[in-house]
T-cell receptor, first 115, second 111 residues
Framework: SQTIHQWPATLVQPVGSPLSLECTVE??????LYWYRQAAGRGLQLLFY??????ISSEVPQNLSASRPQDRQFILSSKKLLLSDSGFYLC??????????????FGEGSRLTVL | QKEVEQDPGPLSVPEGAIVSLNCTYS??????FMWYRQYSRKGPELLMY????GNKEDGRFTAQVDKSSKYISLFIRDSQPSDSATYLC???????????FGTGTQLKVEL
């Protein structure tokens, strides 16, 4: 199974409030995990990726952070949301051992609206 | 300049038409190229991937890569209403961990 669970599916938050989005995956251990954001007209933007527990690489400096407390858990957080944080957040994992081909499985996403 | 460029559309075609979706890219290090399909309010799903230049066919779908011109194409034959979705192209460097996506092209196949 390559199932990826994301929650919450939808949320509306005021500017300045904190954020926590959770992603858990099933399947092989030690997967490469990714957080992408999809905003209108901007495509999929890689935010963070992780190759193991506690190992986080940040791609875009911003007010978001990520953590990987367990092998199959990836969390996206913010202490204070901005309007520009609105978007569709997607968690993804690399397919099995086929790491070089870039095949990613995506979750169903979390849609965030910051007001 | 974005590393991967795509016309956002929307592209509207009648059922049964041949669809051509295209991307250009600027990163010469890309060796793997992917096409993802994304239905509304869903996560993207991988359609096809190719390595380096050449063609790859899978049913009604054909992916084409021309590295000399940095051009990526996806052809859909006998298009169906169920093909209506956003199509995202992406590139990956060899051994890389990061896919770089285009903005996606919205396709509508009408009855």
């Amino acid at each position: 199974s390559q199932t990826i669970h994301q929650w919450p599916a939808t949320l509306v938050q005021p500017v300045g409030s904190p954020l926590s989005l959770e992603c858990t995956v099933e399947g092989t251990s030690n997967p490469n995990l990714y957080w992408y954001r999809q905003a209108a007209g901007r495509g999929l933007q890689l935010l963070f990726y992780s190759v193991g527990i506690g190992q986080i690489s940040s791609e875009v400096p911003q007010n978001l952070s990520a953590s990987r407390p367990q092998d199959r858990q990836f969390i996206l957080s913010s202490k204070k949301l901005l309007l520009s944080d609105s978007g569709f957040y997607l968690c993804a994992r690399k397919k099995g051992l086929a790491g070089l081909t870039g095949e990613l499985f995506f979750g169903e996403g979390s849609r965030l609206t910051v007001l | 300049q974005k590393e991967v460029e795509q016309d956002p559309g929307p592209l509207s075609v009648p059922e049964g038409a041949i669809v051509s979706l295209n991307c250009t890219y600027s990163n010469s290090a890309f060796q793997y190229f992917m096409w993802y399909r994304q239905y509304s309010r869903k996560g993207p799903e991988l359609l096809m991937y190719t390595y380096s230049s050449g063609n790859k066919e899978d049913g009604r779908f054909t992916a084409q890569v021309d590295k000399s011109s940095k051009y990526i194409s996806l052809f859909i034959r006998d298009s169906q209403p169920s093909d209506s979705a956003t199509y995202l192209c992406a590139g990956l460097t060899g051994g890389g961990n990061k896919l770089t996506f285009g903005t996606g092209t919205q396709l509508k196949v009408e009855l």
